[in-house]
């Protein structure tokens, strides 16, 4: 019986307090340094301007200097006689953008996925894909000079430039 305790004391005494346990794994809590302060940066940092929905906000003022006005712009908004149609446009919308983003990509890529020239479904796929990965703006002027009425690739395929 003796024994059995002596060996559970000699256990006690082996545990490491935890900031022993940290200073051995430093690296590990290196690596959580990180994600955490993205996270203090990224999640919590922006809640501070959720005040603004609760003050008479004027950027000339900023959010202290504003006037702390509490529920107004709430019971202004649900008390408005456009508040049901805004609200159930919103959800409308949201149903539509679910309804045409989902399985409308699904359905294309099925359809190119079946397309046997090679070549043919590859021109496909970059036409499709390449507005995802080009600027807005290069997107539009190629746009602009392929449609251009004297000398774009379209119109000259046509035979129609001027």
Partial sequence: MSSNVQAKAAVIQHRKGLGRRMAEHWQLYALLLLPIVLTFIYKYIPMYGI??????YRASRGIWGS????????????TAPTCA??????FLLAL???????PIP????????????????????????????????VVCGMIRI????????????LGTSI
């Fill in 96 to 102: 539509y953008s679910l309804l045409w983003s989902f």
């Fill in 106 to 137: 699904i359905v294309l890529s099925l359809c190119i996925n079946q397309l046997r020239f090679k070549r043919y479904k590859r021109v496909v796929q970059t036409v499709l894909y390449a507005p995802h990965f080009i600027s807005i703006m």
């Fill in 67 to 78: 006037e702390w006005v509490g529920l107004e712009w709430f019971e202004r908004f649900f």
């Fill in 85 to 90: 149609r805004m609200i159930k446009n919103t």
């Fill in 51 to 56: 005040q603004i929905a609760f003050r008479d």
């Fill in 146 to 157: 392929f449609l251009s009425p004297s000398g774009g690739l379209i119109n000259l395929i």
